[in-house]
């Protein structure tokens, strides 16, 4: 009989705070995997500590099973650039100087590297110290994503941000990619060989899949066309475009179409001020953040979901995590994108549009205000169906497993 396999989980991001993470280290635990992890003191997206939790501590937590090592770093209060780029920087050096606290045994280790590049150096600094294996998810492609929430125009510092991020991206043994566009740009980036570099899209759990009709929501929202989105507001999901192409479409017609932003984030007092700018406050609603485990509410009252990203052309190289779990509601999907994403979405069935462009998602959400119920029924089926074939989370789990502790897929 094996003994068990160990991973450390290397993630600046964890439980209580909202991330695919959380369900990929339980995915680990119930197949029999040990785990640990590395990780920060919660306080995303706000930027204040969640409650339980301050500079303090607890740097210790039993989770499901798995041990949580938690190391300091300097929030993001407020969300201003200074603070986003001390929150960037603190936790992966602050990691790197605690590496001594970890107990070991580990098989191999697996970064889930959102933003920012910096959070997988304390991964490499074990990884090469005990000689195992590390892989680097690649969920955010850097410095490109980093222009896409900070504003830097400084050719010496974008150099810096360049070769610091392909260094660390080098120093992988294994990288997995969302998408193949992603896949050969990394290839180009670390001239590393395709078979080091694993396509495996972000799943969605399983519960997005299971409708939770509210009767709380459709009373309050029932009666209009509410097209929802659900996630965090920043830069890189360009929502004003979105909020313009309502607003047009209501103008044209479109007179019950509703949009309903479930989360927060940085961006949000820009997109309260660009509402009022257009006067759309009875267009628009935000509610605020939820748990994950409400998400299905408010999938189950919208009409259509909408996902979105800025016209960088680097963010057309991923496939946003939402993607999935909104197929999966078996509701009709607006594309606002360009790249990957789009294509998902056109594959599935959905209505897709060029990035930024108000006008043309404006006559999308026109042409979907004007079918009748059973196509649209017919839409959110074909968006299901595209789920069940590429988004399954039981089987694109194994091959994280097999490829983290095989280096195959």
């Not at 990884?127 to 410095?143: E, G, R, S």
């Not at 309903?260 to 759309?280: N, P």
């Not at 946003?320 to 790249?339: E, I, Q």
């Amino acid at each position: 009989m094996p003994s068990q396999k160990k991973i450390l989980v290397v993630t600046q991001h964890f439980w209580p705070e909202n991330f695919r993470i959380n369900d990929i280290v339980e995915g680990f635990l119930q197949d029999g995997i040990a785990v640990d992890v590395l990780c920060g003191l919660p306080n995303y997206p706000k930027g204040e500590w969640f409650p339980g939790y301050s500079a303090a501590g607890p740097f210790e937590e039993e989770w499901h099973g798995a041990r949580l090592y938690r190391c300091k770093e300097v929030p993001r209060r407020g969300n201003t650039s200074v603070n986003i780029f001390l929150n960037y920087v603190s936790w992966p050096w602050y990691a790197a100087h605690a590496l001594h606290r970890l107990p070991g045994g580990y098989d191999a280790v697996f970064c889930f590297n959102t933003s920012p590049v910096l959070m997988c150096w304390p991964a490499i600094r074990y990884a090469k110290k005990h000689h195992i294996p590390f892989t680097n998810y690649v969920l955010d492609i850097w410095p490109e994503n980093l222009y896409s929430v900070l504003n830097v125009k400084n050719k010496p510092l974008r150099a810096i941000a360049q070769g610091v991020s392909d260094a660390l991206y080098k120093k992988a043994d294994r990288l997995i990619a969302m998408s193949e566009p992603l896949q050969q740009r990394l290839c180009q980036r670390t001239g590393m060989p395709p078979q080091k570099i694993a396509v495996i899209p972000q799943y969605c759990e399983d519960f997005y899949a299971v409708p939770q009709p509210d009767a709380a929501l459709q009373a309050q929202f029932g009666g209009r066309f509410n097209l929802v989105f659900t996630g965090t507001f920043t830069p890189a999901q360009s929502l004003e475009t979105v909020i313009t192409a309502v607003q047009d479409a209501r103008s044209r017609g479109a007179d019950m179409l509703h949009l309903l932003l479930v989360g927060d984030g940085m961006s949000r007092t820009a997109l309260e001020a660009k509402v009022k700018e257009l006067h759309a406050e009875d267009a628009v609603t935000f509610y605020g953040s939820v748990p994950a485990t409400d998400i299905p509410k408010f999938t189950a009252l919208a009409d259509a979901l909408i996902v979105c990203l800025s016209d960088s052309p680097d963010l057309g190289l991923t496939v946003p995590a939402k993607v999935a779990s909104y197929m999966a509601a078996g509701k009709p999907v607006l594309a606002s994108m360009d790249g990957a994403g789009n294509a998902a979405v056109a594959a599935a069935g959905g209505l897709s549009s060029p990035a930024c462009d108000a006008a043309a998602l404006a006559d999308n959400l026109l042409v979907l205000t004007r079918m009748d119920a059973a196509q649209r029924a017919a839409m959110g089926q074909s968006a299901k169906e595209y789920y069940l074939a590429h988004y399954r989370r039981s089987e694109l789990l194994r091959k994280l497993e097999h490829f983290i502790l095989e280096g195959r897929v």
